[in-house]
């Protein structure tokens, strides 16, 4: 009878592999409640997360069903409700691109969102944290840091 790879038992290797990474999202989750959960609890939590504050306007029938569904599809893509990996349909890595690309483009929160909340958009300051937040925390997966 032959043994492919001679025997070897993967489970032990995928177990290192399991508990380096962990490791890893444990150093990138405390650089995230240290200098960027804040911001994300102020900028993003509203659609990403749990509603830190409903708007005047939200329990007008119209604007209530449009503010639900949009915080529906809105945590499809990312959800930060359980803090780093963060839920949705993209991998961790997915993510910070997609969160990097945002901050970059200026694309968040959507225009629509802007015109009803003033100030809702990300500070300059803001930006350059998440963006290193992010730089860091590909370097930590990616063993570069």
């Known amino acids: 009878m032959v043994f492919a790879h001679k025997g070897e038992k993967h ?13 890893k999202i444990i150093r990138i989750n405390k650089e995230y409640e240290s200098n960027i959960k804040a911001i994300f609890q102020n900028k993003c939590f509203d659609c990403h997360g749990q509603l830190q504050s409903k708007p005047f306007y939200y329990d007008w029938p119209i604007a209530k069903k ?17 803090g780093i990996p963060f839920g949705g349909h993209g991998t961790f ?7 990097e690309e945002s ?7 959507p225009f629509r969102y802007k015109v009803m909340n003033w100030g809702s958009g990300l500070k300059d300051e803001e930006e350059k944290k998440i ?12 063993g570069e840091d």
């Open 66 to 82: 449009i503010i639900r569904d949009d915080i529906k599809k809105s945590k499809e893509h990312l959800d930060m409700s359980n």
């Open 93 to 99: 890595e997915e993510d910070l691109n997609a969160i």
């Open 11 to 23: 489970s032990e290797g995928e177990f290192k592999f399991e508990e380096a990474k962990e490791e």
């Open 131 to 142: 963006i290193e937040w992010v730089k860091f925390s590909r370097n930590v997966l990616n």
């Open 103 to 109: 901050v970059i483009s200026n694309s968040m929160p």
